[in-house]
């Protein structure tokens, strides 16, 4: 016996239609040089159906893959609902990238056509002619356009001269979105969101236990658009709907205090380092920061004494995990404001509803939910990758089992089913047989009232085989003694773990989606030897 309900495809012209019609009286403001600007959920629909039409006059097929390259602006949230509501697949490039990476994302996700914000053309000049898209189009975003790139049409011309079409995507397991992974263990990889994917994430933000995204909430995403669809976000803000506010190139602290205190936004959402650079912003007097009851923070483990900062001042926190393959979210749990926080603080907490978890050990068996028990996280649901797009290596083998999806990461699940990183399989540190957690070292250093930041890799020693190195990043112009260090870690992990070499550095290298770079760190550091004397 079958059920008798209607079926209705679950594309993302339902998530526009929506909010085309019920986000009357919200807006989506963006950041530019000449002020911000304000439309309407209509507004941005009408010119994402007249981009459907450009895409046809530019000759884009069906089904090719266009890629963005730009800010958070109304201009790319234009291209998350225009593309691929006319089925075609929209592939947000990252913009910090490296040149030869930037080719081969590009390359291998084989666009048709490039948006690329005026202000980034000069990124794109020097390797214009690697770039094998068809065309590029200029969206003019307030900044200076490449004399390379004076020729190619503009954004704003072309959907002048489009009639809006209506979207005529219906193919539910079609390909929405593409984007790739940071590639911090070699090329990235790309992962392919279907339309069906991209509505379930998007409904699963607004539940109450995930990201909470209400209707009439007024959402200013810090994450950028170019990493795993925005967090969901500007789907999500569509979907409640709520006002969007979009940040542009400019996310310096002094940049967003202005926007929070013109805009009122209610929720955000970003890494653990802004958050750490905005900390004096919600302190500053001279800022109204009292618009913002939620924080969403995700993309690293933020430290306790982080979260805490913000919860004393009465602001939700909440932590979560997730990665490129699953759209990007998994698990999280919020710390409420004005409360207290326990233990659970430094886990990563539940699964979103449909998310699925479990942790399997050397053998292949699934482990206990005790609490103890460390494997290697796995993860599978609706919205998680079931392999790579053509990854053109072993990749589809060696990250899934079955239909799970093997993370990489080293977790434990509680017996709450609250699941808690011990560290990426890659990142611990081997001493004398024994097993050194990067996370949690570098969680108990950033306690540290001297320290900012801190990261943690393995270098060689004769007799234990590693040792940990902490690099650390003073908190404004404090000096970080080692010594003192090392006495502040002695109650707090084991004596063994306590690290012989700390080195005190400006800033830890981050790749484009402001994580610590781990890989350039091991390029540059991995070498010393532990049997140096300390360094302070």
């Not at 004398?432 to 990261?455: M, N, T």
């Not at 005190?504 to 610590?516: E, H, W």
Request: proline share 6%.
């Amino acid at each position: 016996m079958h059920g008798l309900m209607q079926d209705s495809p679950l594309v993302i012209p339902m998530i526009l239609r929506r909010a085309m019609t019920l986000g009357t009286g919200m807006n989506v403001v963006s950041a530019e040089p000449g002020g911000n600007v304000r439309q309407s959920w209509s507004e941005i629909g009408e010119r994402s159906m007249r981009l459907g039409a450009a895409l046809d006059t530019l000759g884009v097929a069906r089904s090719a893959s266009v890629a963005s390259f730009a800010w958070n602006g109304h201009r790319h949230l234009e291209l998350y609902y225009g593309v691929p509501n006319a089925e075609r697949v929209l592939h947000t490039v990252n913009v910090r990238l490296h040149p030869d990476d930037l080719v081969y994302v590009v390359d291998h996700a084989g666009d048709a056509v490039m948006f690329v914000d005026a202000s980034l053309t000069h990124l794109l000049a020097p390797i214009r002619s690697r770039l094998g898209v068809g065309a590029f189009v200029v969206m003019e975003d307030g900044g200076s356009i490449d004399p390379a790139f004076a020729d190619d049409p503009r954004y704003e011309e072309l959907l002048a001269a489009s009639d809006p079409v209506e979207p005529s995507a219906n193919d539910e397991m079609a390909a929405a979105s593409i984007c790739h992974t940071s590639g911090t263990t070699g090329r990235p990889r790309a992962v392919a969101y279907s339309h069906r994917s991209i509505v379930l994430h998007s409904m699963s933000e607004l539940m109450v236990d995930s990201h909470a995204v209400r209707r009439g909430d007024i959402v200013l995403p810090l994450a950028p658009m170019f990493h795993v669809n925005g967090w969901g976000l500007p789907y999500a803000a569509g979907f409640a709907p709520a006002s969007l506010v979009l940040a542009g190139s400019d996310t310096s602290p002094a940049a967003v205090g202005r926007l929070i205190a013109a805009e009122r936004p209610t929720t955000m959402s970003g890494i653990p380092t802004m958050w750490a650079q905005l900390e004096s912003t919600f302190v500053d007097r001279s800022v109204d920061t009292s618009s913002v009851e939620r924080i969403l923070c995700g993309g690293a483990e933020p430290p306790p004494a982080l979260i805490e900062h913000y919860t004393d001042l009465g602001i939700d926190f909440f932590h979560g995990w997730g990665m490129t393959e699953m759209s990007p979210s998994g698990t999280g749990t919020w710390i409420r404001g004005g409360q207290a926080s326990d233990e659970r603080v430094t886990r990563q907490g539940f699964p979103t509803p449909t998310v699925e978890l479990r942790v399997v050990g050397t053998d292949g068996s699934e482990l206990e939910r005790d609490g103890t028990s460390v494997g290697e996280l796995q993860v599978r649901g609706p919205w998680v990758a079931a392999a790579y797009f053509d990854p053109g290596d072993d990749a589809n083998e060696a990250r899934f089992d079955d239909d799970w999806l093997r993370t990489g990461d080293l977790a434990r699940i509680h017996d709450d089913g609250s699941m808690e990183i011990v560290d990426r399989r890659k990142d611990l540190v081997k001493s004398g047989g024994e097993w050194i957690s990067s996370v949690e070292l570098e969680r108990e250093l950033a306690a540290h009232p001297s320290i900012l930041e801190a990261a943690v890799i393995a270098v060689p020693h004769e007799h234990w085989g590693e040792r940990p190195l902490a690099l650390v990043v003073p908190r404004d112009d404090t000096h970080v003694v080692a010594a003192n260090v090392r006495e502040f870690l002695h109650d707090r992990v084991a004596a063994w773990w306590i690290p012989d070499l700390i080195l005190s550095v400006g800033a830890l290298p981050k790749t484009g989606v402001g994580k610590v770079d781990k890989r350039q760190l091991r390029s540059e550091y991995g070498t010393a030897d532990g049997r140096r004397e300390p360094w302070s």
